[in-house]
């Protein structure tokens, strides 16, 4: 009986040795391949990983830093959990094929806000409509919320704790704040599939129903942004109303007098907003039709836990402006230069490319992407980001059968220096034991 006893605490110990080997490989494998994927909008740290036989993935100190942004997000504990160790095993060979029923929960998450949140070199897009919520928020109409003002207002982080659920019969999500409220999200017959996340608006048909709760944000921001430009709230709000409708016009849209008015209303008060959308549908599913139409197509909309009715929108006609007839006249369409595009340079022109994006082949068939950081007369390095990290490739130029430079067409890079000038004798002095010296004749000596 001991000797049997043995072998099953023996036959345990190893099969617990070995789901921990294997969730810890299979677990690293996926995060390699997550922090690939991501790689083109920024480093992703996994931290640490655990594992629990009960169907339990945790990563702590897990963190995220976009490119575009000059602080990242910390999470200090993340847990995948699965019905069955077994299930967590077979999510992790085919994340296609997760189980049923699982969940994803974020605890400590964190934001820290700076100033200027957004790094410099990131543009807008200019052919991209207003943002519907970007209300005033300076004495200048054009100056929009930023990060800047919430810090003034007292928000230097974002704190919170996320979950996301998938059911057998429906998807949750939540996410809640200590600073700015609450967002909440239920999509009956939603599956998430997660090598396929474009596909998540086509796996159902069915409305999502979005909860929000401000937690008095929306109060203080309604009084610093309108002491901020100058105004009463009354007015500031009224300001705010039109910008909102400028911005639904530039999508040939209008709104209800009902939905500016619930727009307005929460945008100074607060509260909790509940809205039923179609992800899958034009406009998110909000009906548009004309004034007077169908009243059962209004939107399905809650203001603290009140029905509204006549919340939805109208389509616009734009107005074609008259055509003067000197201006119908054909006009010759100007070339548009091309954007960036990986262009061929000369390996002895490299640095013209300090500081700038590169791909070098070399003659062993290995191609190396990445920064370049310095050149010399025999070589040039490039840096890869690896790990959060950079990395230098050190490289001979006589190596080098391809030197290829992310730019435009009309972009020479930074000028070269110029060549030093070849050493002349001084003057007065003879020339060196083997170099020819003329005579008074102006003939060549022997």
């Known amino acids: 009986m001991k000797k049997l006893l043995t072998i099953l605490v023996v036959l345990a110990l190893v099969v617990w040795i070995g789901f921990k080997a294997a969730v810890w490989y299979l677990a690293d494998s996926r995060l390699a ?29 897990a963190h995220f830093q976009p490119f575009q942004l000059t602080q990242g997000v910390d999470a200090r504990l993340l ?95 939540e996410l809640n704040t200590s600073a700015i409220g609450s967002l909440e999200l239920d999509w009956p017959g939603a599956r998430l599939d997660p090598t396929r996340l474009t ?43 039109e910008d909102f409708n400028a911005a639904l016009a530039a999508r040939d849209l209008g709104a209800s007098p009902q939905l500016r008015a619930l727009y307005v209303r929460y945008l100074t008060e607060g509260g909790q907003l509940e809205i039923s959308l179609r992800p899958s549908a034009p406009a998110l599913g909000i009906p548009v039709r004309a004034e007077g139409g169908d009243s059962d197509a209004d939107m399905v909309v809650e203001y603290n836990e009140a029905r509204v009715p006549g919340v939805y929108l109208t389509p616009i006609t734009p107005e074609a402006p008259e055509v003067p007839e000197q201006a119908r006249e054909p006009v010759v369409a100007e070339a548009v230069e091309p954007g960036p595009d990986w262009r061929p340079s000369s390996p002895a022109e ?19 992407e990445g920064r370049l950081t310095s050149v010399s007369e025999t070589g040039l390095t490039v840096a890869q980001v690896m790990d959060g990290g950079e ?13 290829e430079v992310w730019r435009r067409a009309s972009d020479q890079g930074r000028p070269l220096p110029p060549a030093p000038e070849p050493e002349s004798t001084p003057a007065g002095e003879e020339p060196l034991a083997g170099e020819t010296g003329t005579n008074a ?5 022997n």
Not at 47 to 55: F, K
Not at 354 to 359: A, E, G, K, S
Not at 441 to 445: D, I, N, R
């Open 79 to 173: 847990e995948f959990r699965t019905p069955s160790g077994l299930a967590l095993l077979q999510s992790l060979l085919d994340p296609a094929r997760l189980p049923g029923q699982w969940s994803l929960e974020a605890d400590g998450l964190r934001l820290v806000l700076d100033p200027a949140m957004i790094k410099n070199w990131v543009a807008p897009d200019p052919d991209a409509p207003p943002a519907l919520f970007a209300p005033v928020c300076g004495p200048d109409r054009r100056q929009r919320l930023g990060s800047g003002d919430l810090v003034r207002m007292g928000v230097t982080e974002i704190t919170g704790d996320g979950l996301l659920r998938q059911g057998p019969d429906a998807l949750h999500f």
């Open 391 to 403: 990395v230098a490739y050190p490289t001979v130029k006589t190596a080098i059968t391809k030197f």
């Open 350 to 368: 490299a640095a013209r490319w300090i500081d700038r994006r590169v791909r070098v082949t070399l003659e062993s068939g290995r191609v190396v």
């Open 199 to 241: 596909d998540l608006p086509e796996s159902t048909q069915q409305a999502m129903t979005v909860i929000l709760r401000d937690g008095g944000f929306m109060r203080k921001l309604a009084a610093f942004c309108a002491r901020e430009s100058g105004l009463a709230i009354d007015a500031w709000a009224a300001t705010v109303a």
């Open 33 to 61: 391949m997550a922090r690939e994927g991501l790689s083109e909008q920024g480093v992703l740290l996994r931290g640490e990983i655990g594992s629990s036989i009960a169907g339990v993935l945790s990563l702590r100190d």
């Open 441 to 445: 004749e102006g003939e060549p000596e």
